[in-house]
């Protein structure tokens, strides 16, 4: 019986262990918040800078292999492959988007190896919001989601709503829908 309540309190002990997550670095070191931010906050700048530039290859270094972005349309949700497809004859044009932020959110998980983030960008579409979640690979910060949403003030909302109605009702009844 002895035995038992002392294996118990073992595996207990070894279980809640194996739960906490290190708030180390690799080497040891504990993250710096404030200095990732600054990192992130510099990265997501240098990414909308990339965009402004028509610079291709850059502003898609700057996802991981598996990420995935979504766009303002219900129907745009693209990996990393076919987002860099749809955007190809944008950047070939140089006709590509010019974001920049007005407000920006960073968040740091406990391990400081991801982050998120929320972001108003003033954009061709006007305000529009950003938001993502980051990984660090090596000492690069990296996109494995983003989001681009319009804003629509409140006011104007029923107006919008009726406006695309038409479009989105044949998504909404559509054949995966049902």
Request: aromatic content about 12%; glycine content about 4%; charged content about 20%.
């Amino acid at each position: 019986m002895k035995l038992t309540n002392a294996l118990i309190i073992i595996l207990f002990i070894a279980c809640i262990y194996s739960c906490h997550q290190s708030t180390k670095n690799l080497d040891g070191s504990i993250p710096d918040a404030a200095k990732q931010q600054s990192e992130i906050n510099s990265m997501l700048d240098s990414f909308n800078a990339a965009a402004a530039n028509a610079d291709y290859k850059t502003y898609f270094n700057f996802f991981t292999d598996s990420a995935i972005f979504t766009g303002t349309d219900a129907t745009e949700r693209w990996d990393k492959k076919e987002f860099m497809v749809w955007a190809k004859p944008y950047f070939d044009k140089k006709n590509t988007w010019h974001f920049t932020a007005l407000q920006r959110h960073i968040y740091i998980g406990p391990t400081g190896t991801y982050a998120w983030f929320d972001e108003l960008l003033n954009t061709q579409m006007k305000i529009c919001r950003g938001s993502g979640v980051l990984v660090k690979q090596r000492d690069d910060w990296k996109i494995v989601q983003y989001i681009l949403s319009t804003t629509i003030p409140n006011e104007l909302l029923d107006s919008v709503t009726k406006i695309k109605a038409p479009i989105e009702d044949k998504i909404i009844k559509g054949p995966t829908n049902k």
